[in-house]
């Protein structure tokens, strides 16, 4: 989903919450009746448990052979495929409806037979307010991005109007496998006539009626603009023993709440989409020949495999789409297409140079792209709540009527068509859950992206165009705005907390620069080529296999040879939260003087006064001054004493202290310890003129990093040290301004 980064942290700024969530009154009163269903359940009653209500990071790393073990290349399919879909839909689009008949076939991969399969009706959550999706928004204060109204007939839903299983029909009852409330509507359970046996598989049939809502998290039409994801009656996941965590076969399968997104099988997918003739249309995966016309109507079959979601787009507003092509090693050549409308046609060019920029570092930095496609949407005016969003080679954008260059609007559009592509390997071709471990889909996506930008070294004028002409004109650096999102000075929740257990919107949304911020900090410490190679290894690893947070933290202990570090970081940041503040509490450097009081000079007790101590002092300077004349301030004839004093408020992490002294020299020590203060002091012939904490700019996790140095002569350091805050803030304050 869209990065709060470039769009929300404004929001985080003045404390406000970095999602919305639209809202409104009631069903609407066309909707038709459901279909009888059985009382709710929160438990499956055939011994296959549920996945945990409360399941979150995974602290057990999976088996070698979870999912059918690594994927070499050498197999028939990319992934081990689990399901298949052939599904053919019509779309209404002046009632903005869906009637559809669906075909799947699930294989059960587990060693016990199964008797129910539980289906995500996701569209639910926007059937009325008693959903868990509502009811968070209603009772724990969350919402959702752009919080856009819903309105009197705006609600949208889905209906299974028959089930067939081998020519039986299939009953079906409404669940809540996480203790949500008994009216959600997005868990549906499926009594099976017949068990499917270990290793078989079986198909069902099914018809479906669905109603999409006005554009609402990831979904829905505004005119004649429809963006249809979530659409059709989907299988969870059985995960079996060793599989991220698991001990004993579980169905994943999460009620669909207002911060969580998705996790599904990898299989094929088949689907003929049946629109007016008028309307272009966009999809995951390859057209399939020629659409088909009659009637006024076309059909346009698309097929793609290895893939664990489908969605598309339909407008006839649509511009002529602006194609592309991209190449690169081990890759199939890629076609690329932008749809987009045509008041919005200064986005299509940069979205398309954005995406081909994107295949070519994800590629080279990860593993080669393996599709044939990308399709990416410039959502249409007033439906921005469907910018932003992945699905397997088909992604939204954003929309912008002038994106000059390295302006605003410029970083904003490649900043979000680069996340979105990104999507399309940690949550496409990893497919991690991102219900229960949203860090490894939207956190390292979100730290990667920065890392092509950095590298890109595009500096983008982060002021709108009219301070542009009066010269203001401040940069951005990568991940310095991360810190302003990443609830530094507050973090409530670990990086590997579930979607929905967490404080609230705003400590979701800093899942995104958290964790952004958290693997920028390991890189530095681990070093870029360790961190780059371990990435590669993981991705190696884990493509097509549904990784966990373990699995992660295995794969980056192993790879760079420091477990060391990386167990500390994931203890410290993933599975639970500290802050990080260590600072210089004091910082003094004054003369070794002689003292007053009584002294042994030569065999014999003298008593030195104060006077002719000071006397002594006088005469010892004026000596030292005429042999020195070109002596540069902060030395003299006395030693220095030097004394830093250092404080921790929070997560111990190593730190390295440097003291720079008046004659160019400097003292580096090492602050490794878990206590909460520490002295440090020299004696030595120069003053020092300055202390750094954290020279390397390890730890952007720092609570402040404007406390890590201290200077005992005026100098300009302390404003440079603002800079890059400051433009941070400008940043976050102008994007703010601008939503509104």
């Known amino acids: 989903m869209a990065a709060r980064w470039w769009k929300a942290t404004g929001l985080v700024l003045v404390g406000a919450a970095m999602t919305a969530l639209a809202m409104a009154d009631g069903p609407p009163r066309a909707m038709p009746a459901s279909p009888p269903l059985a009382a709710a359940a929160s438990v499956p009653g055939d011994d296959i448990p549920f996945a945990a209500a409360d399941a979150a990071a995974v602290s057990v790393p999976s088996s070698p052979q979870a999912w059918g073990g690594p994927r070499t290349g050498q197999e028939p399919t990319l992934s081990d495929r689990v399901v298949d879909y052939r599904i053919q839909v019509s779309l209404d689009p002046d009632k903005h409806t869906l009637k559809g008949k669906q075909q799947l076939t699930w294989r059960n991969r587990s060693d016990v037979p199964v008797r129910a399969v539980y289906l ?88 479906f009626d669905a109603q999409l809502p006005r554009v609402i998290a990831r979904t829905g039409y505004f005119g004649s603009f429809h963006l249809i994801a979530q659409w059709f009656p989907k299988i969870g996941v059985l995960e079996l023993p060793g599989e991220r965590g698991a001990t004993a076969p579980r169905w994943n399968v999460h009620e669909f709440h207002l911060h969580s997104e998705f996790y599904a099988d990898f299989g094929s997918y088949d689907v003929t ?145 680069i996340h979105e592509f990104g999507h399309g390997y940690f949550y496409g071709i990893l497919a991690s859950n991102e219900f229960e471990e949203p860090m490894l889909d939207e956190g390292l996506n979100e730290y990667w992206d920065q890392r092509m930008l950095r590298e890109a070294g595009n500096r983008y004028i982060v002021a709108p165009e009219w301070l542009r002409r009066l010269g203001v004109r401040p940069h951005l650096g990568e991940f310095e705005l991360e810190r302003l999102g990443a609830r530094l000075d507050d973090p409530a929740d670990g990086t590997g907390a579930n979607s929905w257990g967490r404080l609230s919107s705003s400590s979701y949304g ?149 003291v720079t002294f008046a004659d160019g020299s400097r003292k580096t020590v090492q602050w490794d310890d878990d206590a909460a203060w520490k002295r440090f002091v020299w004696e030595g012939s120069s003053k020092a003129v300055s202390v750094q904490l954290d020279p390397q700019k390890l730890h952007y996790l720092d609570a402040s990093k404007l406390d890590d140095s201290r200077t005992l002569e005026g100098d300009g350091s302390a404003a440079r040290r603002w800079s890059a805050d400051f433009a941070a803030l400008f940043q976050a304050l102008q994007t703010f301004l601008v939503s509104l």
Do not use: C
């Not at 999706?133 to 959702?144: A, P, V």
């Not at 819903?150 to 609600?155: I, N, R, S, V």
């Not at 949500?180 to 198909?203: F, K, Y």
């Not at 010892?620 to 250092?646: C, H, I, M, Y």
């Open 120 to 207: 995500h009706l996701y569209l639910n959550a926007f059937r009325n307010e008693g959903s868990t999706f509502f009811s968070e928004k209603r009772n724990l204060g969350f919402d959702f991005r752009s919080d856009v109204p819903m309105k009197d007939g705006e609600w949208g839903w889905i209906d299974m109007t028959r089930v067939m299983q081998a020519g039986a029909a299939v009953s079906q009852t409404f669940v809540q496998p996480d203790n949500g409330p008994s009216t959600d509507m997005t868990v549906v359970r499926l009594d099976l006539p017949q068990a499917v046996a270990p290793g078989g598989s079986t198909t069902l049939d099914i018809d």
């Open 273 to 417: 989409l049946d629109v007016p003739s008028e309307y272009r249309v966009g999809a995951t995966g390859e057209l399939q020949g020629t659409p088909a016309t009659a009637n006024g109507r076309t059909r346009h079959r698309y097929v793609q495999h290895d893939v664990h979601d489908f969605a598309w787009t339909a407008d006839k507003n649509y511009a002529e789409p602006l194609l592309g092509d991209w190449t690169g090693p081990g890759s199939p050549p890629v076609k690329i297409r932008v749809l987009y409308p045509p008041e919005f046609k200064a986005s299509a060019a940069p979205a398309l140079k954005a995406t081909q920029d994107s295949l070519t570092y994800f590629s080279r930095t990860l593993g080669p792209y393996p599709y044939r496609t990308v399709t990416v949407v410039i959502p249409a005016h007033n439906a921005t709540e469907a910018g932003g969003m992945e699905y397997p080679t088909f992604f939204t954008a954003d929309s912008f009527e002038q994106v000059p260059p390295l302006g605003i609007n410029a970083l904003a559009l490649d900043f979000v068509t």
């Open 510 to 658: 800093a899942v995104y620069s958290r964790t952004a911020t958290v693997m920028r900090d390991l890189e530095a410490q681990l070093g870029t080529p360790a961190i780059e190679k371990a990435f590669k290894d993981y991705y190696a690893t884990w493509k097509f296999r549904h990784p966990s947070i373990a699995d992660l933290r295995e794969s980056l202990a192993v790879s760079t040879g420091r477990r060391d570090v990386v167990e500390r970081v994931f203890a410290q940041q993933v599975y639970a939260t500290r802050k990080v503040d260590d600072r210089i509490e004091r910082f003094t450097s004054t003369e070794v003087l002689p003292l007053a009081g009584f002294q042994m000079e030569k065999g014999k007790r003298v008593d030195v006064s104060e006077a002719e101590r000071d006397k002594r002092i006088s005469r010892q300077r004026e000596a030292w001054d005429k042999a020195n004349p070109k002596a540069k301030p902060g030395s003299g004839p006395f030693p220095w004493r030097t004394t830093v004093l250092v404080r921790r408020d929070g997560a111990a992490v190593p730190q390295t202290l440097v």
